[in-house]
């Protein structure tokens, strides 16, 4: 099969982050305009004279990702074009939960048509692996490290799904590449919706997270399962349908039986290892057990395996 | 038919925005160019144009839908002042970059801190760096013209830069003149269709945007300097064509007021340059060869022209509403540079004022002119408080 993310790209041995933006060109296929961020995609992928990219693309900067996609969205829509292609942005953590997130809120207050894309890979990586907004509590980064004082980045990961569901929006969703047919569905499931939708998609990163690049898929499979990146999604509108319908439904769509505990995802990590080292860090990591336990509570996933 | 009416300079400029019916718009509200962004909402809601208006949450937005759209292949329009031009700044050297035929209104006013919402030229001389091309107008009448032009210049297949049309916050904005509105028809006949060659569409999937490394990235911009310079002569020819389609000639890069036998010239920007032109009139009058050069075109700087209207005058005296703090006169250094290592070298001094909308009376300009023809005056602050500076 010819994948409109053309091979060739710089992007790195195992990287997390392409693997997700090949599932979601493939499924969304040619008749689709693109906007990058300013990150790591954008990087590995249009490095002049080259370029990935089968389809119209077009990066403009880091933070206005959303803005430039309601640019194109009200073009089309103006210019009769509209069946011509969907408009998609598509945005690191960074370019979507920090910077990029005024840029977000405005696109999708207005109800512009455009799904927008986080890939999640939980960090500044284009940067060198600088703490995002995004970060999970306890990594270690290279603004956020481990020392004397501190145990990696002491606050909590934001919550950008529930920020961008308080918006009313159709349709939002968390995914991940270690669950591709669940990806792939709601990717086809967010584009039968007119208006703004969002997939935060988990995007292991082997230089960042300090992780075997052969055990990416596997790593964002363990993240679902330990409780840590609960897949779900957040509709508001039943299909097709037009108008406001209140708070929108949760629905948990990859259910967890048997928990796995998180040392068995974070032990895999370099980003996480002070934990292991440290005296200080065995309760740091009862800590992160705990935030799965919250969630497995509120997205109905069973207990730990013993 | 085509009427003259007297009305606000934002009602003229929305007008002629609306008659150069852009596809989309996006405009985030500041003093003074508020008027414009609400009487363009109010033309979109009547259904008097057929255009999107997209109510972004920040400048820096604005920018980034035009860019959108007008990568998309669709005419656009945003507008601010000040720190909404600062903020949307980023995105201009973006747009100047890929070469995107964006038109910018700035109704131009003061930079904080002190904050400050009266007139002076500081946001969009902030903006000169940038690869983009800078009209100024002197009043509302011309504000309305260099916007129909700014359009066919911007897309030019030669030129392809965005355009920035200054107005003086207020003294343009604010102010009911007598203008003349053309009409649809004529606009249309003037300005066609915007057809860009390329855009994005998946019938033919190009990049836009791509990350350049040193190999490529200077070549870039030299191109967008040698363009931009030579984007000089299709701006002339433009404005002649508007002068027959309009029956008004806004003159050349820059105005030339009583310049040919001077012996001593202001040069200045924007709506002052009416008062200037009066006290012109007066020393005149008096027997006083003075004159005034106005500059329209600030970006691409005018150099030859300038160069060629004053390199026989004695004296020239640069009057400027701007500052780069740390050095002095913005547009003065630029005038200086013009004749080094010329032939003719007239004696230049420069004076900065009215900064933040003070006040700008005819006699400070009667004592400029009398201080440039006797010595030469380095970054001369006039109309000074002395009691607000201790030492
Ligand atoms: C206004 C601005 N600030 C900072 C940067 C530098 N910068 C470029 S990419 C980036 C981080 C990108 O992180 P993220 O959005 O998470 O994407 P990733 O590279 O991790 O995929 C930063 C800080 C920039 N390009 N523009
Ligand atoms: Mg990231």
């Known amino acids: ?306 | 038919m085509k009427k003259t009416v007297i009305v606000e300079g934002s009602k003229a400029v929305s007008e002629a925005v609306k008659l150069c019916r852009p596809k989309v718009i996006a405009a985030y509200p500041i003093t003074p160019q508020t008027h414009i962004v609400e009487n363009l909402s109010q033309i979109v809601a009547d259904g008097e144009l057929d255009a999107e208006f997209v109510h972004v949450e920040s400048e820096h937005s604005a920018a980034s839908v035009v860019l959108g759209a007008s990568a998309t292949g669709v005419r656009t329009y945003t507008s601010s002042s000040s720190q909404g031009l600062l903020l949307l700044l980023e995105v201009l050297y973006n747009l100047a970059g890929m070469r995107l035929p964006v038109v910018i209104g700035c109704v131009n006013r003061a930079v904080s801190s002190p904050l400050n919402i009266w007139n002076d030229h500081q946001d969009a001389i902030t903006a000169r760096d940038a690869g983009i091309i800078q009209l100024w107008a002197e009043d509302a009448q011309e504000a309305l013209d260099m916007h129909i032009q700014a359009y066919k210049i911007a897309e030019n297949k030669e030129v392809l830069f965005p355009v920035i049309v200054n107005l003086d916050g207020y003294i343009i904005s604010h102010t009911f003149e007598a203008v003349e509105i053309p009409t649809q028809e004529e606009v249309d006949s003037f300005l066609p269709p915007y057809q860009p060659e390329v855009y994005l569409t998946p019938k033919n999937p190009l990049s836009f945007g791509a990350f350049a490394d040193w190999n490529y990235y200077q070549e870039v911009r030299q191109i967008m300097q040698e363009t931009i310079e030579k984007s000089k002569e299709v701006i002339l020819e433009i404005t002649k064509d508007f002068a027959q389609h309009f029956g008004r000639d806004n003159g050349s890069l820059v105005e030339k007021y009583k310049t040919d036998d001077a012996e001593t010239v202001v040069i200045a920007m924007g709506s002052i340059c009416g008062i200037i032109k009066e006290l012109v009139d007066e020393l005149r009058n008096q027997g006083k060869k003075v004159g005034l050069l106005r500059i329209r075109v600030y970006r691409p700087f005018p150099k030859e022209e300038i160069y060629q209207a004053l390199k026989n005058v004695k004296n020239i005296a640069v009057f400027e509403r701007c500052l780069s703090v740390g050095s002095g006169g913005i547009v003065a250094n630029e005038v200086k540079s013009v004749f080094y290592g010329k032939e003719k070298q007239p004696r230049i001094s420069n004076f900065i004022g009215g900064l933040g909308g003070r006040d700008l009376p005819k006699d400070l300009f009667r004592g400029i002119v009398e201080r440039a023809e006797k010595e030469v005056i380095e970054n001369e602050f006039v109309a000074v408080r002395t009691e607000l500076i201790k030492d």
């Open chain 1, 1 to 306: 099969m010819k994948h409109l993310f053309a091979s060739g790209h710089t992007a790195c041995v195992g990287c997390g982050e392409v693997l997700p933006v090949i599932m979601v060109v493939d499924t969304i296929g040619p008749n689709a305009i693109y906007v990058s961020a300013t990150g790591c995609i954008e990087v590995f992928s249009s490095r002049y004279p080259e370029s990935a990219w089968e389809v119209p693309w077009i990066h403009s900067l880091f933070e206005n990702a959303a803005a430039v996609a309601s640019g194109i969205a009200s073009a089309l829509k103006i210019s009769g074009r509209k069946n011509e292609a969907k408009v998609v942005a598509l945005a690191g953590d960074g370019g979507t939960a920090d910077i990029g997130l005024q840029a977000l809120s405005g696109m999708l207050e207005r109800g512009d048509d455009v799904l927008f894309v986080c890939f999640d890979n939980e960090a500044y990586m284009n940067t060198g692996i600088q703490r995002s907004g995004s970060t999970p509590f306890a990594a270690a980064t290279t603004t956020s490290p481990a020392g004397k004082l501190w145990l990696g980045k002491m606050q909590r990961k934001k919550n950008v799904p529930a920020i961008v569901a308080a918006h009313n929006v159709p349709y939002v969703a968390t995914a991940s590449p270690g669950y591709y047919a669940d990806l792939k569905n709601k990717v086809k499931k967010a584009l039968t919706f007119e208006g703004p939708k969002y997939i935060q998609i988990l995007s292991p990163c082997p230089l960042g997270w300090r992780s075997d690049p052969a055990m990416s898929v596997e790593i964002a499979k363990l993240a679902v399962q330990c409780g840590l990146y609960p897949l779900y999604e957040i509709v508001t509108r039943s299909e097709n349908q037009s108008g406001f319908r209140g708070n929108g439904e949760l629905r948990v769509t990859i259910k967890v039986e048997k928990r796995k505990p998180v040392e068995e995802y974070l032990k895999l990590q370099g980003r996480f290892r002070h934990l292991f080292d440290k005296p200080e860090g065995k309760a740091v990591i009862q800590e992160i057990q705990t935030i799965a336990d919250e969630n497995a509570e509120k997205y109905g996933y069973g207990e730990v395996a013993k």
